[in-house]
């Protein structure tokens, strides 16, 4: 028999509760939290999609690894087990522990940046574009052409503009591109996946002009996924070789283990290249911790090696990316503007179509982050213009292209009747979004505003 309904791949053993609150307590919560859902406290809140980024639950043999933890300075059982695994996944000889993805990103970029660098990805990450620019050098972002339409259905919206990436070759020469770096999922474009022919394509370009191609591959258990599914010649592949393969195009990786290594802390960076590895060692050590741990415990190594294996799992996988679809897929049934096709770790809503009524200036994603955490307690993040907006000399907003709201998956923690309560708080939000007002700023620092500005709610009109 064929089942219609997918079921979560586990059991459960050990359960977190979720401290219930109503409709009036929570609007005392975010009153308190300025409007700002970033300031509420963690346990005011019912179903957190902030991120999916060290929030997934371990499995009862990553917890029984962790018994296994080995915390000798140096040369520690767990470093040989990570690395083991790591070097065979990646096919890469040279592994370096760091404690998150933004330190190996720190290193890496630190060693090949500076200043009158290019870096040229399908979208940086924000840590990534960051770490770039920290170094002195630029970073330019060019998804193919299809990814700004959000309705458009494209199997690879994650991919990278190959003639674009052509013509910035030949515009700023090839000693100048500090590298290439693929994300993958691109996080930034709505968690959508990389086609392995895109990343060959990009691959050849490199060699050809002796460019560095670095992946950014925190999610690529789930681009592995999307590839099996939908590229030709990949269905009988395993997810594991299909990562494999794409691991093999490029020179080094970066990975925030946070995410597809299903662990709460750690990341990696991997590399082919002796030179690189060896500089980017001595900066290792120094800033992260020695050679054999970087920044992690035995313990957390030990269930990164064992994070790898399980998330390559067909069972696993399918649950995850089907949970994901459901989620998604629902809410464009009922008419929510959803980030088409569906990606793999998230799912994003379209503020600016849903809440068409209140300017950018006004912030329409802030306002859905903001209702979806008063009607139901679910929390958010708004990817719009409180998070990347700009002010100009008269101190006007310059908004940000997109209005997004995205709600992340962490990873084996909710369930299928989390997401129906999901669903059915946005068939209120579809009822209401009329009533619906717009927030303004009334206090904010200069640098990554989202994190702490202060809201208030506009009143409508009539009492103004
Ligand atoms: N690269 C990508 C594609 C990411 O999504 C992240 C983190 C990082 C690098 C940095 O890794 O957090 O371990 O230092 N993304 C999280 C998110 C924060 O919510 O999307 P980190």
Redesign the pocket.
Known sequence: MRHRTFIEPFKIKSVEPIHMTTEKERQGYLRDANYNTFLLDAKTVLLDF?????TSAMSANQWASIMQGDESYAGSRSWKKMETVVQELTGMEYILPT???????RIIYGHLGGKGKIFISNTH????RANIEFSGAEGIDIPIPESKDTALLHPFKGNLDTKKLLTLIAKHGAENIGAVVL??????GGGQPVSMKNARTIHDICKAHNILLLL?C??IAENAYFIKHKEDGYADKTYKAIAQEMFALADGA??????DALVN???FLALKDPAIAQACTNVLIITEGFSTYGGLNGRDMEAIAVGLEEVFEPAYLTYRIKSTTYLGEKLHQIGVPVVMPIGG??VYIDAKKLYAHIPPHEYPGHALACELYLKAGIRS?EIGSVMFGKYDKNKQLIPAGMELV?L?IPRRVYTKSHFDYVIETFEEILRTKHEVRGYEIVEEPEFLRHFTAKFEQLLPAEVV
């Open positions: 902030l991120t999916d980024s060290g404690h998150q993805g933004r330190a190996a990103e990450f924000d840590t990534t994300t993958v999922t691109n996080n930034s950014d925190c999610r970066v990975m925030s283990a946070k995410k802390m750690g990341g770790h998230a993040v995205r992340a």
